[in-house]
């Protein structure tokens, strides 16, 4: 698993009924537009997960 960690976001466009994502480090997806919905659903929960991760380990220091 490569540790770093990015903070630009991936470019998505629709082409021809199919989701196409490039973003940093040479990522390049195409997928599904369900496939798309689901992850877009679990990147959410990922990311307010991971601010509360911050809020509240910033809180302790």
């Given at each position: 698993?490569?540790d770093?960690?990015?903070?630009?976001?991936?470019?998505?466009?629709?082409?021809?009924?199919?989701v196409?994502?490039?973003?940093?480090?040479?990522?390049?997806?195409?997928?599904?537009?369900?496939?798309?919905?689901?992850?877009?659903?679990?990147l959410?929960?990922?990311?307010?997960?991971?601010?509360?991760?911050?809020?509240?380990?910033?809180?302790?220091?």
């Open positions: 698993m490569d770093k960690v990015y903070d630009e976001p991936s470019e998505v466009e629709a082409e021809d009924g199919v196409v994502v490039n973003g940093p480090d040479a990522v390049d997806v195409q997928l599904t537009p369900e496939a798309a919905d689901e992850i877009s659903e679990r959410i929960t990922g990311a307010m997960k991971a601010r509360g991760q911050r809020y509240f380990s910033d809180r302790k220091k």
